[in-house]
């Protein structure tokens, strides 16, 4: 089965100064990947997700980006955090040839100072 | 604009009766739905999806119920267990099986002793 793993668990960072999320999949290949942000007291917010390396689509303007360098490895990015980037981020995967469920990684809690 | 929404934040059920949680919709387009539980500072973990083609779907102690025609589905967990306290997140999808899924704001459960 598969498992989502998310570094770091948790972050403190300062304004302006950038980041780099990662998750990595094992236990399959070629899954559909998904980052969503939960802000606080709010749902689930989806990102960006990919069907494949380098193909990513944003679902949300904002100064982050995202970046697929390997079939199960996803990255968020931001050059420059905002305070408004604070909030808790999850990656999900579908598998291939199986859609009928996301599964999520435990995420990493990011607040911005 | 909320295409998915749980009006009721939070619900207190006490042990051994039933919890009904609730969630409406706005896009007609959505063809398929999940529930999910979460944690906190962890990742939502699936519990149960239902298609546009059923009107119910049952798992153990957990049965979702859809109505097309008012846009609403609902969880019905019987009998409430201490260890379901926990945030529900009603989710939908457009794009075939749980693919860009659109998350409610949840709604957090507490089965009291």
């Known amino acids: 089965s598969q498992t989502i793993h998310q570094w770091p668990a948790t972050l403190v960072q300062p304004v302006g100064s950038p980041l780099s999320l990662e998750c990595t999949v094992e236990?399959?290949?070629?899954?559909?990947l998904y980052w969503y942000r939960q802000a606080a007291g709010r749902g689930l917010q989806l990102l960006f997700y990919?069907?494949?390396?380098?193909?990513i689509s944003s679902e949300v303007p904002q100064n982050l980006s995202a970046s697929r360098p390997q079939d199960r490895q996803f990255i968020l990015s931001s050059k420059k955090l905002l305070l408004s980037d604070s909030g808790f981020y999850l990656c999900?995967?579908?598998?291939?040839?199986?859609?009928?469920?996301?599964?999520f990684g435990p995420g990493t809690r990011l607040t911005v100072l | 604009d909320q295409q998915v929404k749980q009006n009721s934040p939070s619900l207190s059920v006490q042990e051994g009766r039933i919890s009904i949680l609730n969630c409406d919709y706005t896009?007609?387009?959505?063809?398929?739905f999940l529930w999910y539980k979460k944690y906190p500072a962890e990742g939502p973990t699936f519990l149960i999806s239902?298609?546009?083609?059923?009107d119910k779907n049952e798992d153990g102690r957990f049965t979702v119920f859809l109505n097309k025609s008012a846009k609403h589905l609902s969880l019905h967990i019987v009998p409430s267990q201490p260890g379901d306290s926990a945030v529900y997140f009603c989710?939908?999808?457009?794009?075939?099986?749980?693919?860009?899924?659109?998350f409610g704001q949840g709604t957090r459960l507490t089965i009291n002793p």
């Open positions: 999900a995967c579908t598998l291939a040839g199986n859609t009928d469920t996301q599964y």
């Open positions: 236990g399959t290949s070629n899954p559909n």
């Open positions: 990919s069907v494949g390396i380098g193909q």
């Open positions: 896009n007609s387009m959505f063809d398929y």
């Open positions: 239902i298609s546009s083609i059923k």
């Open positions: 989710a939908a999808s457009a794009v075939r099986g749980a693919q860009k899924l659109v």
